[in-house]
């Protein structure tokens, strides 16, 4: 394989395949948001928790697709990798999977966790929130929702889930084109 190519092009359906698993799942969460927010918008919050459960395996498995892009390791075969693939997908260097706040949340939330807790020592923790967004004066939410703004909030982070999603949109439906022919459109 040479140094150009970074990425031998009959490989290049494993990474297609890899990509494509992810994006399934990503749309398949987002099919079951679509559907809570639409029981939500009738009135039913029953189904408030799936709604959080599915926007944070969004944002779990956005998370995966960004290390596919921008790998955390610095050899070359993987930064040559990670170079071809923003390439083969037209992404740039300001894309929205890139936020390394999403992909270090995941990797260290257990972390995060314990920090979260250790400084909170008064007021209320509101366990799970889906709603507008609520004055925040002696409260906390762990994991939440705000219908108003389609903002995921955890731990006092804040991701904007619909930039996320229509990204994966994108790169999903150029991953289902490239699978056919099993190689990178560009």
């Known amino acids: 394989m040479s140094e150009e190519c970074k990425i031998w092009f009959p490989h290049e359906i494993f ?13 398949s969460e987002k099919n079951v ?17 799936i709604l959080i459960d599915a926007v944070q395996n969004i944002c779990t498995q956005a998370a ?3 290390k596919f892009f921008w790998p955390v390791s610095r050899t070359k075969i993987h930064k040559g990798r990670g170079k071809r693939l923003r390439e083969a997908y037209g992404i740039h260097e ?6 390394k706040q ?17 400084e909170f020592t008064a007021g209320t923790i509101i366990p799970i929130y889906v709603g507008p967004r609520i004055d925040m004066e002696a409260k ?17 982070l804040e991701y904007k889930i619909i930039p996320i999603i229509d990204e994966i949109e994108r790169i999903h439906l150029l991953l289902e084109q490239d699978f056919i022919s099993g190689r990178f459109s560009n």
């Open 102 to 118: 999403v992909r270090n949340f995941i990797e260290h939330f257990d972390e995060k966790l314990d920090l979260y807790l250790s």
């Open 64 to 66: 995966l697709i960004s």
């Open 15 to 27: 990474y297609i395949e890899s990509l494509l698993s992810i994006t399934r799942t990503i749309l």
């Open 33 to 49: 948001v679509v559907t809570v927010l639409d029981q939500i918008q009738e009135g039913d919050y029953e189904n408030g928790k």
């Open 94 to 99: 300001q894309n929205c999977l890139k936020d």
């Open 140 to 156: 906390q939410i762990f994991r939440g929702y705000f219908l108003n703004e389609a903002v995921f909030t955890i731990l006092h």
